[in-house]
C-alpha cells in the first residue's frame, strides 16, 4: 500500500541534543511537508520541499532544518536552538499544484528529558 | 498574510444531535479542503470543494463553499460516537505555496 512512514512514533531529546525524524513516502509525491501541532492548535507549517535538493521555510523554521536529498525522503532535525520542541509532529505529502491535498504520515511525539 | 479561521474552537453534542462548523478565509480561496483528525490520529483528508457555492455530501457530511469563495461549513446530521475529532479546513496560499490550515473544531459527542 502507498503511504507515509513517520518514525520514530516517540522520541525524547536531552538538553543541547539535535534529534531527526524520519519521514518517507512510496506516493511518488513530489511535494512533501513538515507541519507541528500544540494541544489545542491547529498546524504550522515548518518547511516544505516541492523538488529534491530544494526546500523553503514555512511560518515557524526557526530551530528546524530539513534535507531533500530524495524525492522519497525529508527528515526533520530538532536543533538545540529550538527551545520549546515538546509537540507533535506531522509529515505530508502531495502531487505538486496550487492546493493540492495532503497525505498525512502518523506523525512522532517529541518530549524533553 | 493569508489567515483561516475557524469557528468555534470546541463543540459538545449529544449523540444524534446535528454539528455544524464554519470556515473564514482573509482572501478569496481557489479551493477549500476540510480533513478529519482522530484523537491521538494524524489529519485525514476529507474532501475538496472548487466552485463558488458548491455543496457536496458524504453520506451525513454536508460541504458547502460560499458563493465569494471566503467562507465554507461543515454540517453533520445526527452524530455519532464515530464523528468525535478535530475538523480542520485548509486553503492554498497565493502562488504556488501550501496549505494554510484553520485551529480546528473538536467535536466532542456524548452517548
Known amino acids: 500500500d502507498g503511504g507515509i512512514t513517520q518514525s520514530p512514533k516517540y522520541l525524547f531529546r536531552k538538553e543541547g541534543q539535535n534529534v531527526t525524524l524520519s519521514c518517507e513516502q512510496n506516493?511518488?509525491?513530489?511535494?512533501m511537508y513538515w507541519y507541528r501541532q500544540d494541544p489545542g492548535q491547529g498546524l504550522r507549517l515548518i518547511y516544505y520541499?516541492?523538488?529534491?535538493?530544494?526546500?523553503q521555510k514555512g511560518d515557524i523554521a526557526e530551530g528546524y532544518s530539513v534535507s531533500r536529498e530524495k524525492k522519497e525522503s525529508f527528515p526533520l532535525t530538532v536543533t538545540s536552538a529550538q527551545k520549546n520542541p515538546t509537540a507533535f509532529y506531522l509529515c505530508?505529502?502531495?502531487?505538486?499544484?496550487?492546493?493540492?491535498?495532503?497525505?498525512f504520515g502518523d506523525g512522532t511525539r517529541l518530549s524533553i528529558l | 498574510g493569508q489567515q483561516v479561521m475557524q469557528i468555534p474552537q470546541y463543540q459538545h453534542v449529544q449523540e444524534g444531535e446535528d454539528f455544524t462548523t464554519y470556515c473564514n478565509s482573509s482572501?478569496?480561496?481557489?479551493?477549500i479542503q476540510w480533513y478529519k483528525q482522530r484523537p491521538g490520529g494524524h489529519p485525514v483528508f476529507l474532501i475538496q470543494?472548487?466552485?463558488?457555492?458548491e455543496v457536496k455530501k458524504q453520506k451525513r457530511l454536508t460541504f458547502q463553499f460560499g458563493e465569494a469563495k471566503k467562507n465554507s461549513s461543515l454540517h453533520i446530521t445526527a452524530t455519532q460516537t464515530t464523528d468525535v475529532g478535530t475538523y480542520f479546513c485548509?486553503?492554498?496560499?497565493?502562488?504556488?505555496?501550501?496549505?494554510?490550515f484553520g485551529k480546528g473544531t473538536r467535536l466532542s459527542v456524548i452517548a
Open positions: 505530508a505529502s502531495s502531487i505538486l499544484g496550487d492546493g493540492q491535498p495532503q497525505h
Open positions: 506516493l511518488n509525491h513530489d511535494a
Open positions: 520541499s516541492q523538488i529534491v535538493n530544494d526546500f
Open positions: 482572501t478569496t480561496l481557489s479551493n
Open positions: 470543494l472548487v466552485k463558488s457555492g
Open positions: 485548509a486553503g492554498p496560499r497565493s502562488g504556488n505555496t501550501p496549505l494554510v
